[in-house]
Each structure stands twice: as structure tokens, then as C-alpha cells.
């Protein structure tokens, strides 16, 4: 796992630029395109034996082979590519390991958001080590990135339940936010994060806790989260990235109540989180116009940022734990996940796997309003992710 040591800082800078002179972006670009490289995360696992296509030459598919598919590289080509010093040095700092001439990368993966590169964890360890503490990626993480692409200069953020810390360290990267950190119940997130700060020289302030414990008596002018939101009864273990609690929303319900005494006035949160149910009928809707009703003085504002039912692989592990959701027909069980998934929410009458964003906004001296919004920025199926180039295309579903 990796640990961030104050010397290490100069490593992971080093190990950025070595990617970005390398091309580690377009030689993702060229495996998953037409889509961008940050939709094929999820189905890295499927793509990890994909062999190097002919005419690829070895030190044009080394370094995306190693750190984006997970596949083991012997270490005299890695070190054609990458300087043995920085090699050893990226051993230290715990993101690959060196043993027997070869070199893996099974733990973390790099991903390209904005061509640019962060490091989150491997797919088959955020899914499927029970009670794992891995670091999370996702459409989500994108949504939430893509909720501070308005920003202009904010003073303040905090990023809670952090992750690899994408959403802050980008908007500080790009020059829209002055001051990131963020908080993460797993202590192997909190490192990533700093790791992934490190890279861009970002001072990214995070911290171990839960919630908003760690930054108690503190104030934000922005609030991001993506909590956890997968219905799951509590002694379930199931990634901490992922338990919503039994109804999904419980950590989603305390984020916003926490919001309240941790943004300053005129203040924003913005949490992007999933609905299992349709977008009428979950217990958060209600909830949330109550708290606004509650709460004088305060804005709340509901976006629903479409319907969008998540691809059916993004199901694969995650139908396992769906029978602990209400009203599951034991019948199910002999079916594919997939397709037992879709199943159950046909059979329920919801449009499953609602991707929404909630936003809250402290407007001191407005009475309270709740709106909802229903835009399409996520009103489409989740993605196909062709691997290219050429002859070895394959579909990766
Ligand atoms: C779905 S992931 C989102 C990560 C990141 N914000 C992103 O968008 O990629 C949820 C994150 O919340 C963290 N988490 C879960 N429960 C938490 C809690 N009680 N307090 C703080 N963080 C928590 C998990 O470790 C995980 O990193």
C-alpha cells in the first residue's frame, strides 16, 4: 500500500512528468477510443490479458500495459522507458513492486482524467476483497469533476470522503479553486490523495476521519461529495467506498445535515450520489424537502442529473448484495447478476441506478425553497469501450 513520506514528493512529480513525456495519455487514448480514457476503468479487469497488437512496439505499450491494463512488464523494458532510480524509487513509495526482473502494478491503476494522470485503485481489489478500503473511480468521480468546472478562483474546498482526491487536485491543477484538502474514512484514500497531490506539487490538505469529524469548527466556501450509496444492511461487509446503509442514503443524509455548519454563507455543497429506486419515490426525496423546510434561512436545491441506468457490468459484483434490497425475489438468485439486477427493478417498476446530484446552497436571509431540476447531462446507457488499434479490435464488455 502506498505511504507518503515528505520525500517522496519529488518522486511522484518525477513519475508524472516521466508519463507525460512518455505519452502515457495518448497510448491510453489509442486501447480505449472512441471513448476517453477515464470510461474504461471499470472494465480493466476484462481487458487485463489483452496482448500487445503487432504493430505496437514494445516501448510504445510497456508503461500503459503496466499501469493501465495491471499486466506484469519484465524490468529491463520497464527501465527503457523509465529511469531505474525512479523505478526503485516508486517501489518505496509502495505503487509497484520490483521482484524476480519484472515489475507489477496490481494494487493501484493510473487513470487519465483531463489527460492527466491519477492513481486509484485497481478494480479487483476496490470490488472484490470484502470490507476492502480501496480507492474509489467512477462516472461519478467525473460527475463530481465536472460540477467545478464553473468555478472561478473559489477560496476554499473541501472534498469529503475524498478518494484519490481527483476532484479538488484537479480544480487546484486548472486554477479554479485557491485551497483543496479533503477528508476519507480509509486511510489508504488519505495517502492516494496526497500521492495524487504530489504529482502536481498541489498542497492538498487531507485528513482521516469520519465525515466532517476531522475538520470540526472549519468552514468551506465549497463542500464535493460522492458518498457511498449502495443499500446494504449494516452487517453486510461490502467495500466502505460503497455501503449507503439499508436504505442506501444514510451517509448522504448526513453529509448534507453536516453541510450546514461547515459552509460559510453563500456557501455551495455539491454531492452527486445514486438512487436505487425511481427518482419520485426514494425516502431521500422527502427528506431532503423537509430538511429544506426545516432549515430558515437556507436554499436547497434538488438537480437530478437524468436517468441514467448504469451499465450492466458495473453490476457484475455489485448484484451479489442486491438481495439484501426490499422486496428481493429469492428466485432471482438462479439468474446472471446482470440480468437479475434488471430483473428486480423491472419486476419493482424502477428505472434502476439513478445517478443524481443534490446541490445546497447557504443563502443567509432567504426563506427556504426546494427545487427540483431535471437536466440530461447523464441521460444515457453507460459506456462500450472499443479497444483499438486495428486488426486485435475487440469489444470489452
Ligand atoms: C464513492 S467513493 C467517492 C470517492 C471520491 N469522492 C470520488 O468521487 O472519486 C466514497 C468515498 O467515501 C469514503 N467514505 C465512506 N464512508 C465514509 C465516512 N463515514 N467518512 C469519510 N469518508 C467515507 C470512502 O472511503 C470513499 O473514498
Do not use: K
Request: aromatic share 8%; with cysteine; charged share 25%.
Amino acid at each position: 500500500m502506498i505511504r507518503i513520506r515528505p520525500d517522496h514528493l519529488p518522486t511522484l512529480r518525477r513519475f508524472r512528468r516521466a508519463l507525460e513525456e512518455w505519452g502515457y495519455a495518448r497510448a491510453c487514448a489509442r486501447l480505449t477510443d472512441p471513448e476517453p480514457a477515464h470510461m474504461a476503468r471499470h472494465l480493466a479487469r476484462e481487458c487485463a490479458s489483452m496482448e500487445r497488437p503487432p504493430e505496437l512496439a514494445q516501448e510504445n505499450w510497456t508503461l500503459v500495459a503496466l499501469f493501465f491494463l495491471g499486466q506484469e512488464q519484465v524490468r529491463a523494458e520497464v527501465e527503457l522507458v523509465l529511469d531505474p532510480g525512479l523505478l526503485e524509487d516508486l517501489a518505496r513509495v509502495g505503487l509497484v513492486d520490483l521482484a524476480g526482473g519484472t515489475v507489477r502494478s496490481d494494487r493501484y491503476m493510473i487513470v487519465l482524467l483531463e489527460d492527466l494522470p491519477f492513481i486509484v485503485s485497481r478494480l479487483r481489489h476496490a470490488r472484490t476483497e470484502e470490507g476492502s478500503v480501496a480507492v474509489y473511480f467512477g462516472l461519478d468521480t467525473v460527475a463530481l469533476v465536472e460540477r467545478t468546472r464553473a468555478w472561478d478562483g473559489v477560496g476554499s474546498v473541501l472534498d469529503l470522503g475524498c478518494g484519490g482526491g481527483i476532484a479538488g487536485i484537479l480544480a487546484a491543477i486548472e486554477g479554479r479553486a485557491r485551497r483543496v484538502g479533503g477528508t476519507d474514512l480509509s486511510p489508504e484514500a488519505v495517502e492516494v490523495a496526497r500521492a495524487n497531490a504530489a504529482m502536481y506539487g498541489v498542497e492538498y490538505h487531507c485528513r482521516h476521519g469520519d465525515l466532517y469529524r476531522p475538520v470540526a469548527g472549519e468552514r468551506f466556501d465549497r463542500i464535493l461529495a460522492d458518498p457511498p450509496a449502495i443499500p446494504v444492511p449494516h452487517q453486510i461487509g461490502l467495500a466502505i467506498h460503497g455501503t449507503g446503509g439499508p436504505t442506501g442514503d444514510a451517509l448522504v443524509r448526513r453529509v448534507v445535515e453536516g453541510a450546514v455548519r461547515h459552509l460559510e454563507p453563500g456557501g455551495e455543497l455539491y454531492a452527486v450520489t445514486e438512487v436505487y429506486s425511481s427518482s419520485e419515490d426514494h425516502a431521500l426525496f422527502p427528506w431532503l424537502e423537509g430538511f429544506a423546510r426545516s432549515e430558515t434561512g437556507r436554499h436547497v436545491r434538488v438537480e437530478f442529473l437524468g436517468s441514467r441506468l448504469l451499465p450492466e457490468d458495473y453490476f457484475l459484483d455489485l448484484g451479489r448484495n442486491l438481495r439484501y434490497l426490499p422486496d428481493w425475489d429469492p428466485a432471482l438468485e438462479a439468474l446472471a447478476p446482470g440480468e437479475r439486477v434488471e430483473r428486480h427493478a423491472r419486476s419493482l417498476g424502477i428505472r434502476f441506478g439513478h445517478l443524481i446530484g443534490i446541490q445546497l446552497r447557504l443563502l443567509a436571509g432567504r426563506p427556504s425553497t426546494f427545487e427540483a431540476v431535471q437536466t440530461e447531462a447523464f441521460a444515457r446507457n453507460g459506456p462500450e469501450i472499443h479497444l483499438d488499434p486495428g486488426a486485435s479490435q475487440e469489444t470489452c464488455r
